[in-house]
């Protein structure tokens, strides 16, 4: 009861550039974000309105209780707290416009696996060093604005103020809180879509929960990987009977995409492709790096990247167990260490057992992107010395991650181009995005030169010939096409179409039938296409399959890694794509039970418009989608619930 007739001295003047502040903030998110018709833009500026005066009503009551009730310097440190956290939002606001993550996800990426990875973990961020230091500068210079005006304004008693009960504060508080829950509350289709969005991207707000929009599915557990190599005794050609015995090499491209594969960009691999299988449309695995590694090395779904992650034991990658088995060496070039996220543990086992070799150049401390990718190919050319036959060469390279670099003594083909950009500018003139776009096509020319360079060698030596020789890219990358820049903020086109190149040794027959056009490529598909290629058949032991045993165009699978495990999920055939989306954004894949169809579309991303209960539209949804709904869920069907 003294608590309720407590008098507390509100100081609204004090808190007056925070709530311009933050306002600003708010106008930022609102203008990030598309809305379905006016009244939804009404709505979503009181909903905002309301959240602001809810939380600097917060604000008020807590300094009042300290000014009045604890020492100078503690509320000091609380109007600096304050006044930093409402600064951090920022950083928030920017991190989800890139990535759709809020900044404590952020951090515990940054810190994931201890913090003998934090170097590791920012090198994969791909902001430059330089940039980090200007950023450092300015928030310590911030930092020490802050606390001067903190000190002054309770030094000096600034700020005219006026007395309230503790009741009349906590009446106004419950009022503007039944207003956000009354604002946040619907079951309209398209309400659900455009304050689902708005939710999902302030870092906290008062009021109710939006569901999650789309069709509702309860689907059993994902099925977990096969753990240890048991599976592997079901291969039908063994080592003696390899049908042949080829080098194989597989390079892998930072974050390029499939349509900036051309003689102008790229003339060594657009020369390549006119020597090899026809995939135009492949698709990666996921929309960042580790998920898609994963998938590439292991042949198995992206959405099962979790659990490999958390299993206690890791055995190595199924494939390349088969191919060790087969006698070949593995030998590994990476620009960018592999123990990002532990994948190298995930595919060649807790001690590297199936890994012969691995020539890390970020280990090794080496320079840039750049220099490290020039270190890798001279160690790959190093290499090619050894005796050709049976040897697996698995080389990636890093350049074309933003910020997009080369060499200082390379030339720039494309002109001009951005010489640096600011990560937190999201209204980028058509110029500008321009001149960003022209670096990233001159580090893909740079990688394009790389492999032009082995591939020169091979020929040199008289090897080329009979290598079996792939190239892809690990996920694609956005330039504003969906209103996003770089990747791993969805899982459109942009973000996971890549190359996929596949040259068969000469001479070298395909396995199976070479139809007129060869099906829909992914990731999880590549190494067993490989092992079928050497005349090395194997069931049941991984999610892809070998290019030329399918029959139909099957669907693909691409996961995209939120928070921790993959939450979201594309299925894609050849003239449709469905997105999914499990319940829980924090929750591990293995314990989800629910997920939602959020929408479908045509193969280029348009909406398609679907009437999910007509047999029309059920015979879609199974005809495209059904096999491998099926195929991950055994059990479960795409009929769903209202």
């Not at 003339?267 to 026809?278: D, Q, V, Y």
């Not at 960042?288 to 055995?315: D, P, Q, V």
């Not at 776009?437 to 060698?457: C, K, P, T, W």
Request: hydrophobic share 45%.
């Amino acid at each position: 009861w003294g608590l309720l007739s407590w008098k507390a001295r509100l100081r609204p003047l004090v808190w007056l550039p925070g709530l311009a502040y933050y306002c600003w903030l708010d106008g930022l998110v609102f203008g990030a974000l598309d809305y379905t018709s006016g009244v939804y833009k009404v709505q979503a500026v009181a909903f905002l309105g309301c959240q602001t005066l809810l939380v600097f009503l917060l604000i008020l009551l807590a300094d009042g209780f300290l000014a009045e009730s604890c020492g100078r310097f503690l509320r000091i440190a609380f109007v600096t707290g304050v006044y930093l956290f409402l600064g951090a939002l920022y950083i928030d606001f920017i991190l989800y416009k890139l990535m759709a993550i809020h900044l404590p996800r952020g951090l515990s990426i940054l810190c994931q696996d201890g913090v003998s990875h934090l170097g590791i973990n920012w090198v994969h961020t791909g902001i430059p060093s330089r940039v980090l230091h200007v950023w450092l500068a300015w928030a310590a210079g911030i930092a020490v604005a802050i606390l001067m005006f903190a000190f002054a304004t309770e030094t000096r008693r600034l700020g005219w103020g006026f007395t309230m009960r503790a009741t009349r504060v906590v009446a106004i508080g419950g009022y503007f809180m039944l207003v956000c829950q009354i604002l946040s509350t619907g079951d309209d289709e398209q309400w659900v879509w455009s304050f689902g969005e708005l939710k999902a991207a302030l870092p906290f707000y008062f009021g109710g929960r939006v569901p999650v929009p789309g069709r509702k599915y309860q689907v059993p557990a994902l099925r977990a990987p096969e753990s240890g190599h048991g599976t592997l005794d079901r291969v039908i050609a063994g080592e003696k009977s390899l049908a042949s015995q080829p080098d194989i090499f597989l390079f892998v491209l930072e974050s390029a995409r499939g349509d900036f594969i051309t003689r102008e960009i790229t003339p060594n691999l657009a020369a390549f492709s006119t020597e090899c299988l026809p995939f135009p449309d492949a698709l990666a695995s996921g929309n960042a790096s580790h998920i898609s590694w994963y998938s590439l090395l292991t042949a198995n779904y992206g959405l099962r990247f979790g659990m490999a992650k958390r299993s206690a034991r890791r055995f190595g990658s199924a494939p390349i167990a088969l191919l060790k088995r087969a006698g070949y060496r593995i030998d590994v070039f990476c620009s960018s260490t592999l123990d990002y996220h532990e994948i190298d543990k995930i595919a060649f086992g807790d001690r590297l057992e199936l890994c012969d070799s691995m020539f890390d150049a970020q280990k090794q401390g080496i320079g840039d992107a750049p220099a490290r990718d020039l270190a890798v190919n001279k160690a790959m050319l190093e290499a090619l010395e050894s005796p050709p036959g049976r040897r697996l060469f698995l080389i990636f390279y890093h350049s074309t991650h933003h910020d997009y670099d080369w060499p200082a003594s390379d030339p720039a083909p494309f002109t001009p181009y951005a010489s640096a950009w600011n990560y937190a500018d999201f209204n980028i003139s058509r110029q500008q995005l321009r001149l960003i776009m022209n670096r990233y096509r001159n580090a893909l020319h740079f990688q394009d030169r790389l492999i032009g360079e082995v591939l020169s060698a091979l020929k040199q030596k008289g090897q080329y010939a009979q290598a079996l020789i792939a190239v892809t890219g690990d996920h694609g990358e956005e330039f504003l096409e969906h209103g996003k820049l770089l990747h791993a903020s969805n899982l459109f086109r942009p973000q996971t179409h890549i190359p996929f190149l596949l040259r068969l040794p000469a001479g070298m027959a395909s396995p199976g039938e070479l139809r007129h056009r060869l099906p829909l490529a992914s990731h999880v598909d590549l190494l067993p296409t490989l092992l079928d290629c050497l005349g090395i058949e194997v069931t049941n032991a991984f999610d892809g399959q070998s290019l030329f045993r399918k029959t139909t165009d099957e669907v693909v699978i691409t996961a995209e890694n939120a928070d921790g495990d993959p939450v979201r999920f594309c299925i894609q055939s050849e003239r449709y794509k469905a997105f999914f989306q499990y319940e829980s954004a924090t929750r591990p894949t293995a314990r989800q039970r629910t997920l939602y169809l959020n929408q479908v579309t045509d193969s280029q991303d348009r909406p398609v418009a679907i009437e999910f209960y007509s047999a029309k539209g059920r015979d879609l949804m199974n005809t495209n989608f059904g096999a491998a709904f099926s195929a991950l869920y055994p059990g479960a069907s795409l009929e769903g619930s209202e």
